[in-house]
């Protein structure tokens, strides 16, 4: 076991985790919360990263926008 801090890595806790922690919850693919249900901005950005890389727009998409609620720092 790899322990939580990079639950997505072990198949186990991957299928433990609840659907909700996934951008595309059917196949339990993009991660984007921490194992203590916390919004990861890391994982935000790996999940825009390879929804663009392999042309998941609806994905991209939804990352993006949790990601610039979530994350993006107020510019001011």
């Given at each position: 076991?790899?322990g ?73």
């Amino acid at each position: 076991m790899l322990g939580t801090g990079n639950w997505w890595d072990d198949p186990d806790l991957r299928e433990k985790a609840p659907s909700d922690y996934f951008l595309d919850p059917s196949s339990r693919r993009y991660p984007y919360k921490t194992w203590e249900g916390q919004i990861s901005c890391e994982r935000l950005k790996a999940a825009m990263s390879l929804a663009g890389l392999h042309g998941h727009r609806q994905i991209y998409d939804r990352a993006k926008k949790l990601y610039e609620r979530h994350c993006k720092e107020e510019k001011e």
